[in-house]
């Protein structure tokens, strides 16, 4: 096992080293040539540094791959190089961006990659296809979820023209669908699309693909959000084994496969091992990404979360407090992630008493949510569960009990739901 590891890394690294070889000798026939030839050198430079960038990608080395792409788009803007390689360039670049968070950059690029590609192919080409599913990548980490889902449509209609609905090539856009609906809550919806992608992915990749792990992964945190642990364990201990093997015990992008064992371990109250796994998460994604990195607030909020299930409510502060800040600089201050660690921290203000900053919390996490999910959403409903609480422990504290129907959605004559508030204690 160790020595088939060892093996992996040091093919990845000759891989590396042959590429910065290669971009060595273009840069220096680049800088010799002239002419027609210098365009074309140019043009080959460009091609490697992208091929660099995308090996970087796959080994989810993202701050390493934007250097290169970077370098690919600056050269592409300045060399009048060809639109068909221009596009290329844009796309690899946002693709980049979106996986560090760094949404507007990406869908910016992304918009004029697509616009130029249009214009190299034609509006239905499968290219096409493709460069509208990393668009729907970006709406959803915005929390778009309307466009997310028309662009999503727009590229699985494209796609069909030209394979099978059971093809292979298929199966990654039904995914991201399934991952578009999940987000809004449509749950049903979802998992039929992901056991239509499985059942192409099993007979195309195999059962021990990463890529097949990799979706079981997420059908495994779909089963979570609806409380369907018992199945959720089953896939996600195969995901795990998989993932490890390719990756290794420490890499970081184990990190939202942990993130879903620890949900389940911590619906087990089995607190010390879903730390366990939140702090492994969380040291490899700081370790690779940064203290200041979308993911890492996800996790500080897990972790926040566990606390205030354990009643460790000082330490759920620190994590609480982190969490919403770290989310706040980097995703946004409207994103729907920093809602739901507002709404956490919320619920360990009510255990702490402190009523008035729990209100604020709770009614900017709901104006945020609302603006971003359906009534009946689950992120919505926990905020509103939230909202019970606190009307039920503070009473007529600061007012909390006559919080504004067109906000909380309740009357005030209402009686508090006891299966409501017992999902946020």
């Keep these: 096992m160790a020595g088939g590891k060892t093996k992996r890394r040091s093919a990845g690294k000759r891989r590396i080293v042959t590429l910065l070889v290669v971009v060595g000798v273009l840069l220096f026939s680049t800088s010799a040539a002239g002419g027609k030839s210098a365009g074309r050198s140019k043009e080959r430079f460009c091609r490697t540094l992208r091929s660099m960038a995308r090996v970087y990608m796959a080994?989810?080395?993202?701050?390493?791959?934007?250097?290169?792409a970077e370098q690919a788009v600056a050269l592409a803007k300045t060399a009048n190089i060809a639109d068909s390689e221009l596009y290329l360039c844009f796309i690899d670049l946002a693709y980049v961006y979106e996986r560090q968070g760094r949404l507007s950059d990406a869908e910016r690029l992304c918009r004029e990659g697509l616009r130029l590609q249009q214009q190299v192919y034609f509006k239905d080409h499968p290219y096409v296809g493709y460069t509208l599913r990393i668009l729907g990548s970006i709406y959803r980490g915005q929390g778009r979820y309307g466009d997310a889902q028309s662009v999503m449509e727009r590229a699985l209609s494209i796609m069909r023209k030209y394979h099978p609905t059971d093809d292979q090539a298929i199966a990654p856009f039904q995914v991201d669908m399934a991952k578009t609906i999940a987000a809004q809550g449509?749950?049903?919806?979802?998992?039929a699309y992901y056991e239509r992608a499985l059942v192409s992915l099993n007979n195309s990749y195999g059962p021990d693909h990463l890529y097949t792990a990799g979706v079981l992964g997420d059908l495994a945190g779909l089963y979570v959000e609806q409380g369907k642990y018992g199945d959720a364990e089953e896939l996600i201990e195969r995901t795990f084994l998989i993932q490890q093997k390719v990756y290794g015990p420490e890499h970081h992008l184990l990190a939202p496969t942990l993130l879903t064992m620890a949900r389940i371990f911590e619906a087990k109250k089995n607190y010390d091992e879903a730390e366990r796994m939140l702090g492994q998460a969380l040291g490899a994604v700081e370790k690779k990404q940064g203290r200041e990195d979308p993911f890492v607030g996800r996790i500080l909020s897990a972790l926040g979360e566990l606390y205030i299930a354990e009643g460790k409510y000082e330490l759920a502060e620190d994590f609480c407090r982190r969490a919403v800040e770290v989310l706040h600089d980097t995703a946004g201050p409207e994103h729907y992630r920093t809602a739901i660690a507002c709404n956490s921290l919320a619920r360990l203000c009510i255990h702490q008493r402190k009523y008035a900053e729990a209100q604020t919390l709770c009614l900017d996490a709901l104006e945020i949510l609302k603006n971003t999910f359906a009534e009946n959403h689950p992120e919505v409903m926990k905020v509103r569960?939230?909202?019970?609480?606190?009307?039920?422990?503070?009473?007529?504290?600061?007012?909390?009990?006559k919080l504004p129907q067109r906000i909380a959605g309740m009357r005030e004559d209402e009686p508090v739901p006891p299966a409501l508030i017992e999902t946020v204690k």
């Design 186 to 191: 449509r749950f049903a919806d979802a998992e």
């Design 59 to 68: 080994y989810g080395e993202y701050g390493k791959a934007q250097m290169l």
């Design 385 to 401: 569960a939230t909202i019970a609480q606190l009307r039920q422990e503070a009473g007529s504290t600061l007012e909390v009990a």
